[in-house]
């Protein structure tokens, strides 16, 4: 059983940072890819960062590029988010998600495993 679990999630100002984590656990493969996904109420959910575990290739919604960090300890299991500069249009549920190969897939669908989610709020 493979199981993700997000932390870091909270409120902040406009201009400000914050800093995410996924732990994953149970069985895994040697390479996968690993992504951040977010959505909004009343949105689709919606691709923002993934990076593959073996090369560390990485992949940016255009909307995050510049702003946002994404990388992985694999020692540790854990993906993170470096999130700067913050908007309130960045407010949303973060989840992280997990497939068993190293393509920076930005569809959710493509997909097997999910965190519960994070809520980041912005303030203006």
């Known amino acids: 059983q493979v199981q993700l679990v997000e932390s870091g999630g909270g409120l902040v100002q406009a201009g400000g940072s914050l800093r995410l984590s996924c732990a994953i656990s149970g069985r895994t493969t040697s390479s996968y890819t690993m992504a951040w996904f977010r959505q909004a109420p009343g949105k689709e959910r919606q691709f923002v960062t993934a990076?593959?575990?073996?090369?560390?290739?990485?992949a940016y919604a255009d909307s995050v590029k510049g702003r946002f960090i994404i990388s992985r300890d694999n020692a540790k299991n854990t993906l993170y988010l470096q999130m700067d500069n913050l908007k309130p249009e960045d407010t949303a549920v973060y989840y992280c998600?997990?497939?068993?190969?190293?393509?920076?897939?930005?569809?959710?669908?493509?997909?097997?495993?999910w965190g519960q989610g994070t809520q980041v709020t912005v303030s203006s």
């Open positions: 990076i593959t575990s073996i090369s560390g290739f990485t």
């Open positions: 998600a997990a497939c068993w190969n190293s393509i920076l897939w930005r569809t959710p669908a493509e997909y097997n495993y």
